[in-house]
């Protein structure tokens, strides 16, 4: 079936701009992660949903950023007021049971 | 929380030769030990796994072995191709009662030479 997608693959943002970023998970898989990784550096944890509420939110780096998900499926995660070092890649994963969380393309963005 | 140490950075072999990365975890309490490839510009993909009542798992050229006495657990690739290149992470989950959140190494630059 399909994996999990997410848009746009890229986004450049001007800095103090307001950002979207959309998870599309597997479907049924009722857990999704948000990361972030940095140029050569390893995955950052943001924050996890089970169904459509957020029992961790721990990762994420300021209050700038936010996220939500609908109908225990799509995600996404807002970044508001967009710093220079938010540039990175955003990777969302989904799992449907514990710790085998599957990857998608990730949202490389660049604020300017 | 948890935090996972990951060596070496960088590693180069010969094709044919065998590749070892190693992972230290700090929580005693985590119990799943998962492995991600990731290649230039792509999603990190899943390729083994290990939770804590195994010692070791093979899969192909693939085996993973875990010590949860020592809190360290390994990847071993043999008969490494150029086709393995690639950056390798390794993850811990379990600990703290956060059993759903993976904690990643820095990563490991994997280049087999041909």
């Known amino acids: 079936g399909a994996g999990v997608s997410q848009s746009p693959s890229n986004k450049v943002t001007e800095k103090g701009k307001d950002v979207e970023l959309r998870c599309d998970p597997i479907s049924g898989h009722t857990a999704l992660y948000w990361y972030r990784q940095s140029l050569g550096q390893g995955l950052e944890f943001l924050i996890y949903f089970q169904g459509n509420s957020a029992p961790d939110k721990s990762g994420l780096p300021s209050d700038r950023f936010s996220a939500e998900r609908t109908g225990g499926s799509v995600s996404t995660l807002t970044i508001q007021r967009t710093q220079q070092e938010d540039s990175a890649v955003y990777l969302c994963?989904?799992?449907?049971?514990?710790?085998?969380?599957?990857f998608g393309p990730g949202t490389r963005l660049t604020v300017t | 929380g948890e935090n996972v140490e990951q060596h070496p950075s960088t590693l180069s072999v010969q094709e044919g030769d065998s590749a070892v990365i190693k992972c230290t975890y700090s929580?005693?309490?985590?119990?799943?030990f998962p492995w991600y490839k990731q290649e230039l510009g792509k999603r990190p993909q899943l390729i083994i796994d290990i939770r804590s009542n195994v010692g070791e798992k093979k899969d192909q050229r693939i085996a993973v072995t875990l010590n949860k006495t020592a809190k360290h657990f390994s990847l071993h690739i043999t008969e490494t191709q150029p086709e393995d290149s690639a950056v390798y992470f390794c993850?811990?989950?379990?600990?703290?009662?956060?059993?759903?959140?993976?904690?990643f190494g820095k990563g490991t630059l994997l280049t087999v030479n041909p």
């Open positions: 993850a811990a989950s379990g600990g703290g009662g956060s059993n759903y959140k993976l904690t």
């Open positions: 929580d005693s309490a985590s119990n799943y």
């Open positions: 994963a989904s799992s449907d049971r514990v710790g085998e969380q599957y």
